[in-house]
């Protein structure tokens, strides 16, 4: 059988670079193209050396007739408004597209420009006639419009898929009033990009952790729209996003006011059985010694799930590694189920400790 | 006038090394004795070579008679259950007290035997008839029992000083539900202490961020008894600490439903009010950039308050210095108010950066 | 055909918990026992919460039967002393030994008590009659002996290869004088090995780098012996370990005054044919931008060569993992050779990055 | 006795903020104007928030006349090329000056010259009749013309700092052989500024070492005069800067071939009386567990003295605080001189540890 033809736009990012790594050990897929807009002439392993020798592939500017060739799938490895002018033409051509942005993660222009004005620099959407058929992709909301059919995915972005993973349960089976979910995120500066800046400059951030972007987190939008999707009923989220010197990883610690009924042992046993058939999500009670180490350079998602007896808090801590789950790894997940492959393909790995 | 002779107990580990630190720099006070369990006979300074030159006194049995010699402010720089078996004594001989563990942070032993049970290794009070007697040592609660006529005082937790400066304004001013506050708390590891353990190598720790300990925190006791004192009713504390790869800082962010009346400016208005008189607390809304190396090697705390509007949530972000504010500098400002010395007296520095 | 039973002896260990990764994925070995002398009863995925579902195997106590069940190849990822307690009886029930120590890195008794002694714990050699059979263990030496018909094989040590691999070219084609070699090096803090101590406890290390044992290092007896091997002529080095806060990498600089008639470009040559023959080994120039990132999880070993003409010397820098190449990858890489298998077999990937 | 008037041309970047602390603290000494090139407008304390109430100045354009009033000193914690341009105009009004760039640390215009070519991005000298006058800020060198005569100083850099406290001995006692000294440079990342760069972006630093700049490190041309100058013979220097993930600190490892006669015992003599009037230097033979770490935060320079018997190879390895020792505080200390104050005013202070 003929390989699935894949191009990278964005390939020079972090997250380009962890979707190559990907695609290389990925046995259905070959990379036709690589493009970005930065480091166009440039080797793909001179710009990351440990790639010597096995992407030695040249950066194609995107505007390059080389790079505009057909492909099976365009991942869009790009920030905002990216995407959203290239999609419909690579889908003109015959690819299926992932797009790494906010995009098109939501089905509707409003939610988008909600999104995109709470981001902090409000976009025109340049394709709003396609968010109706957009998907949004995250394999463990179940959505069944992501499979073989799906044309055009928004992967789900690294703080939602944290969050997600550990309030759906929740929310599916009402273990919680909706009116006022915290999630307290923690992230390793990886989630902030490539390109340099003061607050992520080496001696700046190495002995410092702060809260960041209080009054507008974009996220909460992805968020609320997905636990409404899959609850029923419209939820509330408090979201404060925290940066800690690291390099990859995101803890979240996710609270919820229980609804009456609810045990420990009942709620452990919900999510267990909502997780059950989702091979990369690991549920474990409170007794566990769970760290982001441990998902590290892997496509697995640990949670943490416990009860709070005293005050009927609901309590998840979940972990992620965000270039791998929260990005690259999830992106892929999307892309098998996009072809017909089994999800696992070339993500059934564990990372590396220490 | 004579100077105030100290007695450190425990110098050798790092809550008696950042006391010294102090001390060494504070103009009404002598060191008079160091003492240890570990490390006797190693001079200070060759235990912490930063301190050559400047403190290279013998580290002393506590057994030994001249660490017996009367002082009159001694520091137990200890674990749960040292101080309570010497302080009777030292106050015989006419020493203040400054206990840095939970042996003198409760009025009662019921109190004292929750937290101990808590604590996962209970401990039988040795000195039940002193609780009484003692007071909680956080100068900001404003507790008029803390002054020139206290002679026993527990020094306040790390974790509870960074929660209660960020919600005793809330709980006095009755702006939030007491029913279920949620205090979501990121430490450094040299809150765990000097002693080596397996999660605290470097290589595990390097790369790695994980939530603790989650069944029975011990804080909540400290922190919902000061914070029903404060307020005049019980409050219930949600409470995870999470432990990040970092040397020093506490990073608390503090939620509660906020009552009926109050707004976002208001709020902020309250805890200007609050620590107004309160030299080292600052109090910043949401748009300030605000991080824990801002209070790094000093006595500070910087708050960030601010009001998520639509769930009525109030967000209180809590930054110091676990070893400083959290620890030995906030047991100098507790001796400072205990000898009628400004409180400020060797503590009003600023850190370094970067 | 059958796959090659491998057991794996200290299996907990950082040196254990690598070479399982690697033999997981390598297409020709089974694992068929974990053993080691702590940890005993627990799942591996219990100890390394990363391997949740690829190895779920108990570690058995080394004197269980089932740890004495015959292999093919035996691993003893443990200290000195233990390798040299059992080589000899798994040799006789089939198996094939490598060992991570230093128990069979010599040819004669004499060399290994030189080493015991100058690494500070002098032991006597419980089978020194097998240290004639033995083989020092890195490929890239193509010693003869490293083949097929090797039976027991002293994996090189992680600061050796690092300076074996940069300086062998130099003294095979005696390019510089044997009497002051020097090397610098530098390793991150895994290269210490799985057991808490203070000097590598989190706070200690964080901000540190430092020298250590200047009197002793008992690498120089592997180096200088290889280096003897290889050229032909005794040669003398001086060494530096150093630890800087880091979890994996060794970073050392070599320094030779170099003899007559060589220049930068025979130089560069020389090192460029020496190593055209080892997958592993990258030779760049000194404008190349090279770091330990370009290696990590990898095992590769990135050399820069340069010449200093104004004082004629030769200054190579080498970049290792010190946990792949400089362990567990180059044991398997040993192995493969041993089996005839290609030396790449399970090894030829990159790390990850960032 | 009126305060020395301090003005500090750099303010914002980490060589303006250190000296800011120290003149803070400093007795005799009050800031009068902070000028920048950028954050023009900003109070120090919002550019510097651990400074909030400490130093509340407003950083003004140097072109401002508020920054133009006379002043006692003026600091250029600039980079090349600042300096040289006003301070002949900062003289004419009656001040001091201390520079720390390269611009006034050689006496003639040729070596100024290579100097500038070797850092890459040769400059003309704006100002080359002032050189010959011009004194090298070092005070461990006892140069008689750095005193109270001295009108405009250079203030050594922090590698050669690192290197010369650890050669000049060797140098002046004329120990080593000249021809072929090795400097093995570490440095921690506030080294290379403030200003946010690829390499040093937290993501790409976190777990990485590397060489650098290989080719042509200018401070060789600083450290081989000042060997010239203070042993009356010309040395050659081979010199590697490397980066390490740290904050603060410099290690440097010296080597170089021990002349006749010499021995362990003469050698640590010899070291500890050319240093027995140097308060900020300590002198300690390899048995000394030192670090980085002693020394952080403080103007110390920790040096272990060590012979290799076996190849007659002096090893001498040095520890600084690159900020301080090897930036802001000996900047200090050479102001201290240059007003006939104690070298040790308001910088005879230990760090803090961990």
Chains 1, 2, 3, 4 share one sequence.
Not at 263 to 275: G, I, P
């Amino acid at each position: 059988m003929a390989k699935i033809r894949a191009k990278v736009v964005g390939a020079g990012g972090y997250g380009g670079v962890g979707l190559v790594e990907l695609l290389l050990g990925h046995p259905e897929v070959e990379i036709v193209a690589l493009a970005a807009a930065a480091d166009v002439g440039v080797a793909m392993s001179d710009l990351w050396p440990h790639l010597k020798g096995f992407c030695d592939q040249t950066i194609l500017s995107y505007d390059d007739p080389r790079a505009r060739e057909p492909a099976d799938v365009v991942f869009f490895a790009t920030p905002d408004g990216v995407g959203m002018r290239h999609a419909e033409e690579e889908m003109a051509r015959g690819a299926r597209i992932v797009d790494f942005s906010g995009d098109f993660r939501f089905q509707t222009i409003e939610r988008y420009e909600e999104y995109s004005r709470r981001a902090g620099k409000p976009l025109r959407h340049a394709s709003p006639h396609l968010l109706p058929g957009a998907v949004y992709g995250l394999p463990e909301l179940e959505d069944p419009r992501l499979g073989a059919d799906s044309r055009l995915v928004g992967n789900a972005g690294c703080f939602a898929v944290s969050v997600l993973l550990g309030l759906a349960p929740a929310a599916q089976r009402r273990m919680v009033r909706p009116g006022r979910l915290i999630a307290d995120c923690k992230t390793a500066i990886s989630g902030a990009g490539k390109k340099p800046q003061s607050g992520h400059h080496y001696p700046a951030r190495y002995e410092n952790m702060n809260a960041y972007r209080l009054g507008g987190h974009q996220h909460v939008c992805e968020i609320e729209d997905a636990l409404e999707r899959i609850g029923g009923r419209p939820h509330r989220v408090v979201f404060t996003a925290q940066a800690v010197p690291m390099c990859r990883g995101i803890l979240s610690c996710l609270y919820g006011e229980l609804e009456d009924g609810w045990t420990t042992e009942s709620v452990l046993d919900a999510y267990r059985d909502f997780h059950a058939r989702h091979p990369f999500v690991r549920v474990f009670d409170r007794s566990a010694a769970v760290g982001t180490a441990h998902v590290r350079g892997s496509n697995f998602c640990n949670l943490i799930v416990d009860v709070d007896e005293r005050t009927r808090t609901l309590r998840v801590i979940s972990h992620i590694d965000n270039l791998v789950k929260g990005q690259a790894g999830n992106a892929v997940q999307n892309m098998n189920l996009m072809f017909g492959l089994p999800q696992t393909t070339s993500l059934y790995r564990f990372g590396s400790n220490p």
